[in-house]
C-alpha cells in the first residue's frame, strides 16, 4: 500500500487567496483526520470522519477553514480567505476500523507545509 | 479536557546510552496510550501502541510503561543509535475510549556518533 497520500506537499499562496489541501486515505480505513501542526501550538486535531461522515469538527479554528470526504478515498480541507496565521504544516491521518485493536493507532500522510504570505 | 506533557522537551545523548522519555497526562479514563516518531520534515510513524490492559510493550529496543493511576507513561530507548535521532510524541485519547487523540509536544532526541 501507498500509505496515506497528501497534494501539495508544499504551498506558498498570499494572504486572501483559496487553499485548497487533498488527502487519500489508505485503502480500507474508515476513520480520516486531519492536523495542524505548529511550534507553538503543536499537533492539533482539526476534524475527523468516520465514513465519510464528519464526527467531530470542534478544532476547525473558525469559518474559514472547511473540510469534505466525498468518498471513502478522498478528502479535502479548505481555507478561504488564507491568513498568514494558518501557516502551518497539515497532516491527513487514516485509521481502520474500530475493532482491530492491534492497529487502534493512525497512519499519517507526510504533510503540507503550506505558508501564507 | 485531557492534556499531554513531554519532558525534556529536548534530550542530547551519546551514542550507546540507554535512555527514557517521559510522557504524562491529565485524564487517566483513557483504554491506550501511543508512542509516535517524528522525523524532519515527515509525518508521524506509530512505535508503540499499550492498551490500558497492558503495563508495557516492546518492540526491538523500545520498552514503553504505562502507569494510569499516575498518569504516566515512559519510553525506554535501549542503545540509542544516530538513528534514533528524531522527536518522539506521546498521544492519548480525549475522552476514555474516544478515537481523537491528544499529543504532547514532543522530545526532540539527538544521538551524537
Known amino acids: 500500500d501507498a500509505g496515506v497520500i497528501q497534494s501539495p506537499r508544499h504551498e506558498v499562496t498570499e494572504m486572501g487567496q483559496e487553499v485548497t489541501l487533498r488527502c487519500k486515505p489508505i485503502?480500507?480505513?474508515?476513520?480520516l483526520f486531519w492536523y495542524r501542526q505548529t511550534m507553538m501550538r503543536g499537533l492539533e486535531l482539526l476534524i475527523y470522519?468516520?465514513?465519510?461522515?464528519?464526527?467531530?469538527d470542534s478544532g476547525m479554528p473558525e469559518d474559514r477553514f472547511s473540510a469534505k470526504m466525498p468518498n471513502a478515498s478522498f478528502s479535502t480541507l479548505k481555507i478561504q480567505p488564507s491568513e498568514p496565521r494558518d501557516s502551518a504544516v497539515y497532516f491527513c491521518?487514516?485509521?481502520?476500523?474500530?475493532?482491530?485493536?492491534?492497529?487502534?493507532?493512525?497512519?499519517f500522510g507526510p504533510g503540507t507545509r503550506l505558508t501564507v504570505l | 479536557k485531557q492534556e499531554v506533557t513531554q519532558i525534556p522537551a529536548a534530550l542530547s545523548v551519546p551514542e550507546g546510552e540507554n535512555l527514557v522519555l517521559n510522557c504524562s497526562f491529565t485524564?487517566?479514563?483513557?483504554?491506550?496510550l501511543q508512542w509516535f516518531r517524528q522525523d524532519p520534515g515527515k509525518g508521524l510513524t506509530s512505535l508503540l501502541l499499550?492498551?490500558?490492559?497492558?503495563r508495557e510493550q516492546t518492540s526491538g529496543r523500545l520498552n514503553a510503561s504505562l502507569d494510569k493511576s499516575s498518569g504516566r507513561s515512559t519510553l525506554y530507548i535501549a542503545a540509542s543509535q544516530p538513528g534514533d535521532s528524531a522527536t518522539y510524541l506521546c498521544?492519548?485519547?480525549?475522552?476514555?475510549?474516544?478515537?481523537?487523540?491528544?499529543f504532547g509536544k514532543g522530545t526532540k532526541l539527538t544521538v551524537n556518533p
Open positions: 491521518a487514516s485509521r481502520p476500523p474500530t475493532g482491530f485493536a492491534s492497529t487502534d493507532t493512525q497512519y
Open positions: 485503502s480500507g480505513h474508515d476513520y
Open positions: 470522519f468516520n465514513n465519510n461522515v464528519p464526527i467531530d
Open positions: 485524564d487517566s479514563a483513557i483504554y491506550n
Open positions: 499499550i492498551q490500558s490492559s497492558q
Open positions: 498521544a492519548a485519547p480525549s475522552q476514555g475510549g474516544s478515537e481523537k487523540l491528544v
